[in-house]
């Protein structure tokens, strides 16, 4: 049960991860709304439902809302020419009022009422069946040439300014669509649990961070594989290093701190090779 319950979540965050990757490995954007995007999508879909809506809608309706603060982020950084940096925190600070003011409460249980693990049909395939749409349509998408002008944003901008396509307007879709993604993450993990907190976004860039980092780490981007099922896989790979953490006795408490760690030890082991690289080839 503990090893199916670790893939069902890590299956769901792995949404989320790949709402990350169009923000952080794409548009090379840290974007720290994402912290609150993710509750809000759970708020909205928990509203939704409690009040009798159906749960597809509900996510659909989560999806739009994360859609619309990832455009607010995107909006006040390439209008007002605040920093990136800056751009989600705003945003991400604002949404902890708009969460609350959505949800009416901290808390709200869903227990008692009808959303997508209570049908009848088993929880992971519910799961694999949502997170098939979300993938399959974002591997479509960067196929696209809206795709394409979007990664190419992320590595060459003054590229796509010559080509005469409007950068400010794609970072901000782009934002929207990474937005998206992880409210709908959290909306679906809302009616998993069976409950949505106006706390539970905290840390989500870094898990999301962590699971990228893992991902290309442990696998490589190619031909066989592509970037998306890399983030998926590192982000099931990091759920089962957390439930290994866990099993061990560690505090759930210390998972933030664990994660953190994760990361930073990641990325000095990714520096620490290219360093060694770098000398071998200026001594060869």
């Known amino acids: 049960m503990i090893l199916l319950g670790t893939l069902e979540q890590g299956l769901i965050f792995s949404i989320m991860v790949l709402g990350v ?3 952080y490995k794409i548009l090379d954007f840290p974007d720290l709304s994402v912290d609150g995007s993710f509750p809000l999508g759970a708020a909205v879909a928990a509203v939704c439902v409690s009040r ?3 749960p597809v809608l509900a996510l659909l309706l989560a999806v739009v809302a994360g859609g619309m603060a990832g455009f607010v982020t995107g909006y006040i950084h390439v209008k007002w020419n605040i920093t990136n940096l800056l751009a989600g925190i705003i945003v991400m600070t604002g949404l902890y009022s708009v969460n609350l003011r959505v949800m009416g409460k901290s808390n709200i249980p869903l227990f008692g ?3 997508l693990f209570n049908t009848g049909l088993p929880s992971i ?3 694999l069946v949502l997170l098939t749409v979300v993938k399959g349509s974002l591997d479509y998408l960067l196929k696209t040439k809206f795709g394409f002008a979007l990664k190419a944003l992320g590595d060459n901008e003054t590229l796509v300014v010559s080509l005469g396509i409007n950068e400010k307007h794609l970072k901000i879709y782009g934002l929207a669509i ?3 993604l992880v409210a709908l993450s959290g909306g679906i993990l809302a009616q998993y649990q069976g409950f949505a907190d106006v706390g539970m976004g905290t840390g989500t860039i870094v898990t999301g961070l962590a699971a990228i980092i893992i991902g290309e780490t442990v696998f490589k981007t190619g031909k066989f594989m592509k970037a998306t099922t890399v983030a998926l896989l590192g982000t099931l790979i990091f759920k089962y290093v957390v439930a290994a953490a866990l099993k061990m006795g ?3 408490s210390d998972l933030k701190l664990v994660t953190a760690v994760i990361v930073v030890g990641i990325m000095a082991l990714k520096e ?4 060694l690289k770098r000398g071998v080839a ?3």
């Open 21 to 23: 990757y169009i923000s």
């Open 52 to 54: 009798g809506m159906s």
């Open 113 to 115: 009422v009808d959303h």
């Open 125 to 127: 395939v519910v799961i």
């Open 178 to 180: 990474s937005n998206a």
């Open 250 to 252: 560690m505090r759930a």
């Open 272 to 275: 620490k090779k290219k360093g």
């Open 282 to 284: 200026s001594n060869g």
